[in-house]
């Protein structure tokens, strides 16, 4: 039998142990809210108008994606393109670069609650944009900007030199080099970032009370305001009158993150491959 | 006529000279080696020849680089010169994409749209490296999955996809085996007649084997230049013989 | 077009800059209004009471002293974790676990508060070890996310040098390659405090919520930002001046460990 | 070893599950969903004779109108003559933002005691009588059960449009029946017609009038199909601020105005709604005279057995 030294057994100890710990508490709060949620889910939960009787959480699952798809279509490209500034073009230490990447770690440091005020004193009151599904996008793209901002960073740090080198001397540009090489590349990385972002936009809700409102409607426009599926179940939950539809919403919420999480994952195996269509 | 003159030619990163007044010059159609020890600066003269070295911060470059007569650090642009000289690297680097694709992409840069002509440009420069039989049928395949000595092929094959005129190797098969290694030297010697290959080697034999003509660096100085058989049978230079023969480096 | 990206990259710091304007704008007349020392030093927080008392030593307390027993319970589960599922996991169980990670993640804050309530505060009741236990879950995926894909970007031949030295596996792994991922590392362990102190909904419904010293980590206790978010609804003038001091205080209290931890990174680098 | 490792993992794993459904039982079954079979009573750990069981207070977050209402009921609030005002609760009192926390960390603990609106009663809890009343909406209409407090919407200013009728509408017989099948004590009806009036009002606030305003404005569909109400739910005096502010056109408040908030805005009493104090099913007190009651929310009765 191969001596295996203490001290391996010991550290493969308390990495499995850590790894049981995250899945037992993983499984425990999943089957807590299966059980407690499940068997309030009834068709009625998805008719298109809420009202107090039967409380349907379609309009709050519409608002959901919408939020998500507004906050990443404004925070994306910035995160990107931020990414892309600290890893392709800054040099290693000029003062901006601190400075940025300064203010993003503080930007991730910030909790919810501060940027619902700051939402609601900037996008609702000053800006007069009223509670709005506008107001709760920009305040979320603001939140995930960070996220996506680092693990933007992380997988273009991640992208080995030499394909740079090798795209140089074919004399393509940088701008080439970058969008052609090295971000097909990354897209799993930067997948990651967003897979994260969906997830905490889905779980938000004391910055969203404050600048998307309440409202339980799908919102005819930008300016309309809305709730999210935990906003929803907030409010279910908050009087003690609909607690199970609370619960049941948070099934249908796990199931939203979920899917997001597979397809987001397809997406990355995919572009992975970097084929480059004629 | 000659491909490249360099005249005065020196080169700092930050304070560190690593290049002092060079004068050389390649001609056409010639295996020119560039030999000495590790650190002599015979990569650096390398990739300054396709500006590579911009993007080393901190490096500065004095006198002249001619490529057929045009100044390349002039106000040639950049990426044309890498066109025109082209550059395989010492650890095979293909793209994580399909063999179509790394061949392809070069082409697609400089503008080639239609699909026959790229389908031709893959077929031609693949041949041309000598790997096509090897990879005809996998072209769809990511590039990764081949071995060592095919990717390099494969990272010549890439170079000659956007005819260049001059194509300049880093020690390109000091990662390789013995078989790999002969190979790309029967390679070189046939693409002698269409491209000036400048080739920067610690391997001594395959300077003899291939080279036309042999320049020996020692700490940032060209110390001679001249025909490979008289490098190798009557150096001028006590310090080339001693390199040659093998007694230090 | 570098100036393109150079500007998006501006955009974090131009957000800073608006939540600083806005909320120094509006939190510090109020907080000058208090008195700086009564605010922060103050241990009576009685904003209906007329005269109102504005005082939150009770919450910084419990703000550091949740914060603290969740890094304590979540750190080192949450760096095991990502050594686990980029160095350790067998490909079939990685399949299962690392959506699973992904999804706590997206598990909304109000659910962990529900799951709280049931399952922590009968046993340990509303208290600092409950909050601590519950902020020590929820900042696990965070914190395993990221610090495994700075594990994973770690360069294969510092692994295998190790081993061709005859280190074991563990060995290599804990000596080798968490080291060298120190910043990534280090970068989750600051968004998981972040997310810690930042967390609002679960919090509340296990802590208790006393605004008062507490002097065990079993009593109940009030964070800065569960003091924000229970009165922000009903806060008028001055009260709500205090509220959003109470956020320029964190907001400074963040900024300050950050502006620490990287120095502290940069003197490692 | 490897083996063994997955077994026991796997185990783990599944007893985590098992767990997780098991305290999902045990947990209370919030909402009117009597219907419920696993509603088991009382809390998951076994605890001594509730008797020598010490009092955990739970009360609401400091302006909740509920709150407010309540401690002004039983003298909980010191009113000095010079204007000051002092709140008394004991420092030691859990603090819940929700009805729901209030109702679930009562039911989860025996020695625990906390009030709640009427309307959100539910069997996970017991509601002791006051001064011998007990907490329904017929002893609060007769004055027999005086722990009450009213419903309020204020508008800046005189209501017109939709807003005037909407409160017109309420006010009426029709808007009181509504009230009265939410659990809500209803006022005396006043004449009203609709004059059908359109355009889009929004009405913000208190999150425990919520619940019947919801009903309120479905109901109010149904007469006035062309206006659109919408409703936004946050605390009481964030309603009246943003009435105050022009922000929205009705505001609704679980507690009286405060002088500020009455100089700008117009209040209309809707509803009353009793205040139940609630403690354990296993808790055999089933009586408590307001003066033990404030003694308990204000830390000077700490043991059960001492009540």
């Known amino acids: 039998?191969?001596?295996?030294?203490?001290?391996?057994?010991?550290?493969?100890?308390?990495?499995?142990?850590?790894?049981?710990?995250?899945?037992?508490?993983?499984?425990?709060?999943?089957?807590?809210?299966?059980?407690?949620?499940?068997?309030?889910?009834?068709?009625?939960?998805?008719?298109?108008?809420?009202?107090?009787?039967?409380?349907?959480?379609?309009?709050?699952?519409?608002?959901?994606?919408?939020?998500?798809?507004?906050?990443?279509?404004?925070?994306?490209?910035?995160?990107?393109?931020?990414?892309?500034?600290?890893?392709?073009?800054?040099?290693?230490?000029?003062?901006?670069?601190?400075?940025?990447?300064?203010?993003?770690?503080?930007?991730?440091?910030?909790?919810?609650?501060?940027?619902?005020?700051?939402?609601?004193?900037?996008?609702?009151?000053?800006?007069?944009?009223?509670?709005?599904?506008?107001?709760?996008?920009?305040?979320?793209?603001?939140?995930?900007?960070?996220?996506?901002?680092?693990?933007?960073e992380e997988a273009l740090l991640s992208v080995p030199d030499s394909y740079r080198e090798g795209s140089f001397a074919l004399g393509a540009g940088k701008l080439r080099t970058v969008f052609r090489i090295v971000l097909p590349a990354a897209i799993p990385g930067v997948l990651a970032g967003v897979v994260l972002a969906v997830g905490r936009i889905a779980g938000e809700t004391a910055a969203l009370i404050y600048t998307a409102g309440t409202v339980a409607q799908i919102p005819p426009d930008v300016f309309a305001s809305a709730r999210t599926l935990s906003v929803h179940m907030y409010a279910l939950s908050r009087e003690g009158l609909h607690t199970n539809e609370g619960y049941a919403t948070a099934v249908v919420l796990l199931l939203v993150v979920i899917g997001i999480n597979v397809i987001a994952a397809r997406i990355a195996g995919k572009i992975g491959g970097a084929h480059e269509r004629v | 006529m000659n491909v490249f003159d360099i005249t005065d030619l020196n080169l700092w990163y930050g304070k560190f000279q690593a290049l002092q007044n060079i004068n050389m010059s390649a001609s056409e159609a010639e295996i020119t080696a560039l030999i000495g020890p590790s650190g002599c600066g015979k990569s650096t003269l390398l990739k300054t020849l396709n500006r590579m070295n911009d993007l080393v911060p901190g490096c500065r470059v004095t006198g002249s680089v001619c490529l057929s007569g045009m100044d390349i650090y002039g106000n040639l642009n950049v990426n044309d010169l890498r066109k025109r000289v082209g550059m395989v690297f010492q650890k095979p680097n293909p793209f994580p994409m399909s063999v179509y694709d790394n061949i392809a992409f070069g082409p697609r840069t400089h503008g080639v749209k239609s699909r026959y002509a790229l389908d031709e440009a893959v077929e031609n420069s693949l041949k041309a490296a000598a790997i096509w039989d090897e990879v005809k049928d996998r072209l769809r395949k990511s590039a990764l999955g081949l071995s060592g000595g095919q990717q390099q092929r494969l990272c010549i094959a890439r170079a000659l996809a956007v005819k260049p005129e001059v194509l300049l190797l880093d020690e390109p098969t000091s990662a390789l085996d013995p078989i790999s290694t002969g190979k790309i030297e029967e390679l070189l010697l046939e693409l002698k007649n269409d491209y000036s290959i400048i080739i920067v080697t610690h391997n001594m034999q395959q300077a003899t084997r291939i080279s036309d003509q042999t320049a020996f660096f020692l700490l940032g100085e060209m110390i001679e230049y001249d025909s490979t058989e008289k490098i190798f049978s009557m150096p001028q230079d006590k310090r080339t013989e001693d390199y040659v023969t093998g007694r230090f480096g | 077009m570098r100036a393109v990206f150079f500007l998006a990259a501006l955009a974090s710091v131009l957000a800073v800059l608006l939540i600083c304007l806005f909320l120094f704008g509006n939190g510090v007349p109020a907080l000058l209004k208090i008195g700086i020392f009564k605010f922060l030093a103050g241990q009576e927080w009685a904003p209906s009471d007329v005269p109102p008392l504005f005082g939150i030593l009770p919450m910084i307390a419990g703000s550091l002293y949740v914060t603290a027993c969740a890094l304590i319970l979540g750190v080192p589960v949450g760096i095991l974790t990502a050594v686990f599922l980029a160095r350790v996991c067998p490909p079939r169980l990685y399949r299962f676990l690392k959506p699973g990670v992904d999804l706590l993640a997206g598990i909304p804050s109000v659910v962990y508060g529900f799951f709280g309530m049931a399952a922590l505060v009968p046993h340990f009741h509303s208290s600092i070890l409950s909050a601590g236990i519950l902020l020590g879950v929820m900042i696990l995926p965070t914190m395993a996310g990221i610090a495994e894909s700075a594990l994973r970007a770690v360069p294969e031949h510092y692994y295998e040098g190790a081993l061709a030295l005859g280190a074991g596996h563990y060995r290599a792994v804990f000596r080798v390659i968490l080291p060298a991922a120190r910043s990534g590392v280090l970068a989750a362990v600051v968004l998981g405090m972040g997310r810690a102190v930042g967390e609002t909904m679960a919090v509340i419904m296990v802590a208790g919520n006393q605004a008062r010293m507490p002097n065990s980590i079993f009593q109940g206790v009030r964070t800065l930002t569960a003091n924000i978010v229970m009165e922000m609804g009903y806060a008028a003038e001055l009260h709500r001046g205090a509220l959003i001091a109470t956020g320029v205080v964190l907001f400074v209290f963040i900024l300050l460990v950050n502006l620490c931890l990287s120095a502290l990174n940069r003197r490692i680098t | 070893m490897r083996k063994i490792g997955y077994i026991m993992a796997a185990v783990l794993l599944t007893l985590a599950l098992l767990a997780g459904c098991g305290q999902g039982t045990q947990g209370t079954q919030g909402g009117q969903s009597s219907q419920s079979s696993q509603a088991t009573p009382g809390s998951s750990t076994a605890t001594p004779e509730p008797e020598a069981q010490p009092i955990t207070v739970v009360s609401r977050e400091d302006g909740s109108g509920t709150r407010g209402a309540f401690i002004e009921l039983f003298g909980i609030e010191q009113k000095e003559a010079d204007g000051t005002r002092k709140d008394l609760t004991t420092k030691e009192a859990v603090i819940a933002n929700q009805t729901?926390?209030?109702?679930?960390?009562?039911?989860?603990?025996?020695?625990?005691?906390?009030?709640?609106?009427?309307?959100?009663?539910?069997?996970?809890?017991?509601?002791?009588?006051?001064?011998?009343?007990?907490?329904?909406?017929?002893?609060?209409?007769?004055?027999?059960?005086?722990?009450?407090?009213?419903?309020?919407?204020?508008?800046?200013?005189?209501?017109?449009?939709?807003?005037?009728?909407?409160?017109?509408?309420?006010?009426?017989?029709?808007?009181?029946?509504?009230?009265?099948?939410?659990?809500?004590?209803?006022?005396?009806?006043?004449?009203?017609?609709?004059?059908?009036?359109?355009?889009?009002?929004?009405v913000a606030g208190s999150s425990s009038v919520t619940p019947l305003m919801e009903k309120l404005t479905e109901a109010y569909a149904v007469v006035n199909p062309n206006a659109v109400i919408e409703i936004q739910m946050s605390d009481s005096s964030a309603g009246l601020t943003a009435a105050i502010d022009g922000a929205c056109d009705i505001a609704m408040s679980s507690r009286d105005l405060k002088e500020t908030e009455a100089a700008e805005l117009t209040p209309v009493k809707i509803a009353i709604d009793g205040i139940a104090v609630v403690v354990n099913k296993d808790n055999p007190v089933s009586n408590l005279t307001k003066d033990q009651v404030k003694a308990i929310f204000t830390g000077e009765t700490l043991q059960w057995s001492d009540v």
């Open chain 4, 100 to 202: 729901e926390v209030v109702l679930v960390s009562v039911a989860g603990d025996a020695g625990c005691i906390g009030y709640v609106s009427l309307g959100s009663l539910n069997d996970s809890v017991k509601a002791v009588d006051i001064d011998g009343a007990a907490a329904t909406t017929d002893n609060v209409k007769s004055g027999m059960y005086s722990v009450s407090r009213p419903f309020i919407i204020a508008t800046k200013g005189d209501p017109s449009g939709v807003a005037a009728d909407f409160i017109g509408y309420i006010l009426s017989a029709e808007g009181q029946a509504v009230v009265q099948s939410s659990h809500y004590i209803p006022l005396e009806a006043a004449e009203w017609q609709s004059g059908q009036p359109s355009g889009k009002i929004t």
């Open chain 1, 1 to 152: 039998m191969k001596r295996i030294s203490p001290s391996e057994t010991f550290m493969a100890a308390i990495t499995w142990a850590a790894a049981l710990l995250t899945a037992g508490a993983l499984l425990y709060i999943i089957g807590f809210i299966l059980w407690r949620g499940v068997p309030y889910i009834t068709p009625s939960l998805f008719a298109p108008v809420y009202n107090s009787i039967n409380v349907s959480l379609l309009p709050a699952l519409v608002s959901t994606v919408m939020m998500a798809v507004l906050s990443l279509s404004f925070a994306l490209p910035l995160g990107i393109g931020a990414a892309v500034y600290l890893a392709e073009y800054a040099r290693r230490g000029n003062r901006a670069v601190r400075l940025i990447r300064l203010a993003a770690e503080t930007l991730a440091g910030i909790p919810s609650i501060v940027y619902g005020l700051f939402g609601m004193l900037f996008f609702v009151v000053w800006l007069g944009w009223d509670f709005s599904l506008l107001a709760g996008s920009c305040t979320l793209a603001i939140m995930i900007l960070p996220l996506l901002l680092r693990s933007g």
